[in-house]
């Protein structure tokens, strides 16, 4: 069965650093999500991307985050200058079409700053 | 999209059926019931959405009340990997910028 892929499952780094978080979505797949889970607490969104564009950005994606896809496959998320309180899971979802209903989320990267 | 209340937590005996409600007041009349579920932080999974008619998939089956205020996930015979946070969200679908709004859910705890 088709899933998305996210590298790596943990990564830890040190506060003021840049990191990027990694996506592979399902192949046939147009549009793609990031989400964040803080340890203890509620899903969030966080951003979307269709054709190549965001579609939409919640208010936790300030400046400090960004969203690429930077070639046919795959789908990053950059905190520019991490900050302790963004350590946290963060998924990454995608779905076949605009009038698909299920997302598809991959199993999430743990980021832990320090 | 229309907010959803479902309790904190439950608890289900292995086997048995499991039936997790939510209910969904303000639901307005193009807004759909999806379940998704997560198992000890991994990434949610889609279990089953509605509109109006009660559904049923190889996971689960969705009753929807006539008047759509309610709805009812049913795993028809809970193991302990069913054990995970059950996420009720009511919204629009389709389209690029449906994000999904989860909620705090419901733990279902299947007990041995």
């Known amino acids: 069965e088709p899933e998305v892929t996210q590298t790596p499952s943990h990564q830890v780094t040190q506060m003021g650093q840049e990191v990027i978080l990694r996506c592979v979505p399902i192949s046939n797949h147009l549009y793609f999500y990031w989400y964040r889970q803080i340890l203890g607490q509620k899903v969030e969104f966080l951003v979307s991307?269709?054709?190549?564009?965001?579609?939409?950005k919640s208010e936790i994606f300030d400046d400090q985050f960004s969203v690429e896809r930077p070639d046919g496959s795959n789908f990053t998320l950059k905190i520019r200058s991490t900050k302790l309180e963004d350590s946290a899971m963060y998924f990454c979802a995608s779905k076949r079409s605009g009038t698909s209903t299920e997302a598809f989320f991959g199993q999430g990267t743990r980021l832990t700053v320090v | 999209d229309a907010k959803t209340t479902q309790p904190t937590s439950m608890d289900c005996a292995e086997g048995r059926a499991a039936n997790l409600p939510c209910n969904h007041s303000?639901?307005?009349?193009?807004?759909?019931v999806y379940w998704y579920r997560q198992i000890h932080s991994q990434g949610p999974q889609y279990i089953i959405h509605?509109?109006?008619n009660n559904e049923t998939n190889e996971m689960a089956s969705l009753i929807i009340t006539e008047d759509r205020k309610s709805s009812t996930l049913i795993l028809p015979h809970a193991t302990l990997r069913d054990t995970a946070v059950y996420y009720c969200?009511?919204?629009?679908?389709?389209?690029?910028?449906?994000?999904?709004?989860f909620g705090t859910g419901t733990l279902l705890a299947v007990q041995p």
């Open positions: 991307f269709y054709n190549n564009e965001i579609s939409e």
């Open positions: 303000t639901i307005s009349g193009n807004e759909y």
């Open positions: 969200i009511v919204r629009v679908g389709g389209g690029a910028t449906n994000k999904l709004i």
């Open positions: 509605g509109l109006k």
